[in-house]
């Protein structure tokens, strides 16, 4: 089973790698694949380059056996679609390996928005993330995608390799990049946010409004 779990990761924290593990370990996969998108399309730009992010990435998951980067989208011009990078997986992995897409409930409430999303299920499973506050609109194309391709367990994942939709509740870490680039713009440190080594290369390249400096 190969998993992916995309975002815009601006920048990543340990919400985001808790998360990442608790879906690996309720999978019971030995590797989640981090795609940071490169435009994200439903959102202004980012508050750090493309590059940047991967940096900040894989300072982030350094020593982590368990979480992996994917920079495809960052290696293609224009826009990220999940679409595109569904298929072109899908082409790498053949057509019997279950493909599973890890996206939260605040995303999915708008999935009938994506691009070519009707075509999503047909490439991969999608697990959806559950977020306190944010529900399924009633009668939306998300809740009814739910409904009609729920999945019984993790385990269901296995069995073919793509058109289930699972719900998990696991854990979160109430943080968010937007909660982090704020603290940082107002000169406040966001440490035990993120990793230190994430912390100290926000300060060293100025992203977010950061002061050079060693103070934590």
Same mark, same amino acid.
């Given at each position: ?8 990761? &601006? ?19 030995? /590797?989640?694949?981090?795609? #940071? ?7 202004? !730009? ?10 900040? @990435? ?21 826009? !990220? ?48 993330? /559950? ?20 999945? &019984?367990? #993790?385990?269901?994942?296995? !069995?073919? #390799? ?21 603290? @940082? ?32």
């Amino acid at each position: 089973m190969h998993v992916i779990y995309g975002g815009t990761f &601006d920048p990543i924290h340990h919400g985001h790698l808790r998360l990442a593990l608790e879906i690996a370990d309720a999978l019971a996969v030995t /590797k989640v694949h981090l795609v #940071p998108c490169h435009i994200p399309p439903h959102r202004g !730009s980012t508050g750090a380059s493309s590059e940047q992010r991967l940096e900040l @990435i894989q300072l982030a998951i350094e020593g982590e056996p368990g979480l992996r980067v994917d920079d495809r989208e960052l290696r293609r011009a224009g826009a !990220s679609y999940t679409a595109d990078t569904l298929r072109q997986l899908r082409q790498e992995l053949g057509p019997d390996e279950p493909l599973v897409m890890v996206v939260g409930t605040d995303a999915f409430a708008a999935f009938d928005r994506w691009r070519e999303w009707a075509d999503i299920p047909g490439l991969a499973h999608i697990v959806v993330v /559950k977020r306190p506050g944010s529900d399924l609109p009633v009668g939306s194309e998300a809740a009814r995608l739910v409904r009609e391709r729920r999945a &019984d367990g #993790p385990e269901a994942l296995n !069995s073919a #390799p793509c058109g289930a939709v699972l719900e998990l509740d696991p854990p979160l870490l109430d943080i968010s990049a937007t909660g982090i680039r704020q603290r @940082i713009a107002d000169g406040r440190s966001p440490r035990y946010l993120t990793p230190d080594s994430v912390w100290q290369r926000i300060q060293a390249l100025g992203l977010y409004g950061a002061c050079p400096a060693g103070n934590f």
